[in-house]
Nanobody, 121 residues
Framework: QVQLVESGGGLVQPGGSLRLSCATS????????MGWYRQAPGKQRELVAA???????HLADSVKGRFTISRDNAKNTVYLQMNRLKLEDTAVYYC???????????????WGQGTQVTVSS
């Protein structure tokens, strides 16, 4: 019933920028943390960035200084601004949201379907 729809992926040259968006919809009472994982073929899934309900953020060491995570609570949307992209940033990026479908349901993690980011010259 809850849906996360990602957008903004694509092909970009090294040093370029992309902005990923992840919009949540459906029966949502509240959202706690939101964030982004990524996974390249043959590699383990990696937590890229996370943001708490009050705006506190976490970034993986590999993207610090280049990526920024933000959220718009009014739109139930999380963003990932990616600057100075490198070849090793190439991966499928998955957003997630830890949310309540009702006030007493408990938090559950919902996932987007993934969006491809390819960094290539």
């Amino acid at each position: 019933q809850v849906q996360l729809v990602e957008s903004g992926g694509g092909l970009v040259q090294p040093g370029g920028s992309l902005r990923l968006s992840c919009a949540t919809s459906g029966s949502i009472f509240s959202i706690n943390a939101m964030g982004w994982y990524r996974q390249a073929p043959g590699k383990q899934r990696e937590l890229v960035a996370a943001i708490s309900s009050d705006g506190g953020t976490h970034l993986a060491d590999s993207v610090k200084g280049r990526f920024t995570i933000s959220r718009d609570n009014a739109k139930n949307t999380v963003y990932l601004q990616m600057n100075r992209l490198k070849l090793e940033d190439t991966a499928v990026y998955y957003c997630y949201a830890d949310l309540l479908s009702s006030y007493d349901s408990g938090f559950k993690r919902s996932w987007g379907q993934g969006t491809q980011v390819t960094v290539s010259s």
